[in-house]
């Protein structure tokens, strides 16, 4: 019996250091990381500590960021720079149905990109991937309309981000296997792709083929694509004589 005691004192000795400690991490934490489903929780945890370390970051610098970006504070988080991508690739995942939250991580990860060419890299890989990621989510519009506007977060870096010319390139020809006349989402994404494109690509090294495919479909978007052209200039003729070639053996 009093060995039995013994066991039951030990055990709520455990418990009450295991509440302290857990009060103690949550006191340290940001609010942001509080109150949500343990395995969400345990996941983004995980992560938190691990941009810590890999940041070389002190727990109040990391808060820092976490406030400032509670706070929507884009410039003060543009200027922070490097140190604050992870925390809003973070703040990418969790607001992914909360469009102002999103909206924001959105254009500070590109407006940094824009400031630091060594960064666009790794930033278009973030948006390209977060682009793509959700595009098999059919049915929800704040999806399509986010896929918009990293679009055109990415257009905005310019041709920093030519690395991400595949990835749109390959959701632009879904968007136009599947648009249909009365389903403008995928003609929003088409129109997007093309204007980004222009943007990130301005010499046509990866996106004349496609702007070229345009023309084969009956789109709205075909006069978006042709004045993207235009704009590529001499490197087009090219790629333009090739096709006549193939269609006509007899042209030199």
Known sequence: MGKIHKISNIVLIFVIIGVFLCSEIAYTLPD????????????IMKEYIELQKKERLTSNEAINIERLIEKKDMDSLVKIGEPAVPYLR??????????EGYDLALGTLAKIAKNNPALAPKITHILAKEAYGHWWRRGENHIYSFREDILRSIGDIGPAAVGAAPYIIKLSKFAIRNTHPSFDL??????ESIL????????????????????????????EAKRILLNIGEPVIPYLEKKLKDKDQNVS
């Not at 109150?35 to 345990?42: A, D, E, G, S, V």
């Not at 010499?203 to 004349?208: C, D, Q, T, Y």
């Open 186 to 191: 995928y003609r929003k994404i088409i129109k």
């Open 196 to 223: 980004a494109l222009g943007k990130i690509d301005p010499e046509g090294k990866f996106s004349i083929p496609y702007l070229f495919n345009i023309f084969l479909h009956d789109l709205y978007e075909t006069k």
């Open 32 to 43: 942001s990381f509080k109150l949500r489903p343990p395995l969400q929780c345990n996941s």
């Open 90 to 99: 973070l703040s990418l995942v969790k607001n992914r149905n909360v469009y």
